[in-house]
């Protein structure tokens, strides 16, 4: 997609884009199915991305053939989150995907403006564990929006924290439903994983080693 509007802001999704929480999340389902007396598995576990907590946790008993009340659902669904913290309070620079850290500073060097957009409420946390907090000029999680994607609010709250226009933001996102928002919010956007998947983005890449600040410019026809 070619466009002369200038790009101003990258707004970026955490997991799977900067960092792979993902494996904590299967290992906290894993063992939480393991403890109801089932197996967990991660074909079983690709029907969970991005999904909410408790509509996750109704996939987990559907597979497990487990028919639960709402009072011990919300327990269950506290207790995997206990764990899924512990396990990213572990966390450290090492975890950080290949060539996300280069991207963001020279995005920061080229002057343009960067925003998290999570529905993640551990976001600061797992930011706080990757040293990434410098590389942000405004941060929207799951402490801000309750609005999860293909909302667009994660984005458009976003996009006035930097005081720009939508148009003038390129959003980096790995699901589906986060290109969507990235559409409905009005803004343009780059998938990062598969063509198949992510097919709704302007342009895909495998990851953020195949971006620069250059290429964003050569994508969308602009410097």
Not at 53 to 79: F, N, Q, W, Y
Not at 87 to 108: C, H, N, V
Not at 144 to 158: E, H, I, N, R, Y
Request: proline share 3%; with cysteine.
């Amino acid at each position: 997609m070619t466009s002369h509007t200038p790009i101003r802001a990258c707004l970026f999704d955490l997991d799977g884009v900067l960092v792979d929480t993902a494996k904590y999340h299967y290992l906290a389902w894993k063992r939480l199915a393991q403890e109801l007396g089932f197996d967990f598995t991660e074909q079983d576990n690709e029907r969970l991305k991005g999904v909410s907590r408790m509509a996750s946790l109704d996939i987990l008993l559907e597979i497990g053939g487990i028919s639960l009340d709402d009072e011990t659902k919300v327990a269950l669904a506290e207790k995997k989150n206990n764990w899924y913290v512990d396990y990213i309070s572990r966390m450290d620079e090492s975890e950080i995907l290949p060539g996300a850290l280069s991207f963001l500073q020279e995005l920061k060097s080229a002057g343009i403006l960067v925003a998290l957009g999570s529905a993640s409420k551990n976001a600061m946390k797992i930011l706080n564990n990757t040293h990434l907090v410098p590389y942000f000029d405004a941060i929207i999680d799951g402490t801000k929006t309750a609005s999860a994607k293909p909302d667009p609010k994660v984005f458009l709250l976003g996009a006035k924290e930097l005081n720009v226009d939508p148009v003038e933001c390129v959003v980096f996102e790995d699901a589906e439903a986060g290109i969507e928002a990235a559409i409905r919010a009005g803004m343009r956007s780059i998938g990062v994983g598969s063509r198949t998947t992510l097919a709704r983005a302007d342009e895909v890449v495998s990851s953020l080693q195949e971006m620069s600040a250059q290429r964003l410019y050569d994508i969308f026809g602009t410097n």
